[in-house]
């Protein structure tokens, strides 16, 4: 079983759309959770960052996460043209206390494109 | 802040040659970890230098391999070159925190 799983697409929907992205994981030691969108020909960018379980909203972005089913989710309301992207859901695990021995893991990302 | 930075942008090799990859962190970053992405794997992690010292190792053969100067700058290096690995590397730098910031990626094709 892979760490971290994502619906892979793509997903197309019109302007205005409620999008909707999820991730499965593996590991109920999991805490932190984050979500990258990545444009095209581009490094991903840090979108949205959450602790343990609950929603974080920034905006028209709000993360949710759901540790009783391992279930994490981000959701784009009046989805814009410029919203057109892939989108990764990351882990980050440290191997050892004290900051060092990080790493991210991904999801494999979802394409998504929002037609004007 | 100027963001983290990578050269070259594309590059073009050939089978059994090896390439080196430069990544310049952001300003006062120390951390500096390397990615592989694919369509087909996605975004694997590669390693993680840390005060000039690998940290942690993902799961590649011993053809990649890193290393990071004194002034957190870090290059990468994969000898005997396949054509699986035809890639985009992406450098990302952070502080002590959990935050991780990708730079624009090296796109490098192996024909």
């Known amino acids: 079983q892979k760490e971290v799983e994502q619906d892979p697409g793509p997903l197309s929907v019109p302007e205005g759309a409620i999008v909707s992205l999820n991730c499965t994981y593996s590991n109920s030691a999991f805490q932190y959770f984050m979500w990258y969108r990545q444009y095209s020909r581009k490094g991903p960018e840090l979108l949205m960052y959450?602790?343990?379980?609950g929603n974080k909203e920034d905006g028209r972005f709000t993360a949710q996460v759901d540790k009783s089913s391992k279930y994490i989710s981000l959701f784009i309301r009046d989805s814009q043209p410029s919203d057109s992207a892939t989108y990764l859901c990351?882990?980050?695990?440290?191997?050892?206390?004290?900051?060092?021995?990080?790493?991210?893991?991904f999801g494999k990302g979802t394409l998504l494109t929002v037609n004007p | 802040k100027a963001g983290v930075t990578q050269t070259p942008r594309y590059l073009i090799k050939t089978r059994g040659q090896q390439v080196t990859l430069s990544c310049s962190p952001i300003s006062g970053h120390r951390s500096v970890s390397w990615y592989q992405q694919t369509p087909g794997q996605g975004l694997q992690f590669l390693f993680e230098y840390f005060s000039e010292t690998q940290r942690n190792k993902g799961n590649f053969p011993g053809r990649f391999s890193g290393r990071q100067f004194s002034n957190s700058r870090s290059e990468m290096n994969v000898s005997t070159l396949e054509l699986g690995d035809s890639a985009l590397y992406l450098c990302a730098s952070r502080t002590r925190g959990n935050k991780q910031y990708f730079g624009p990626g090296t796109r490098l094709t192996v024909t």
């Open positions: 990351a882990i980050p695990q440290w191997l050892r206390s004290g900051g060092s021995n990080y790493k991210l893991t």
């Open positions: 959450t602790y343990s379980s």
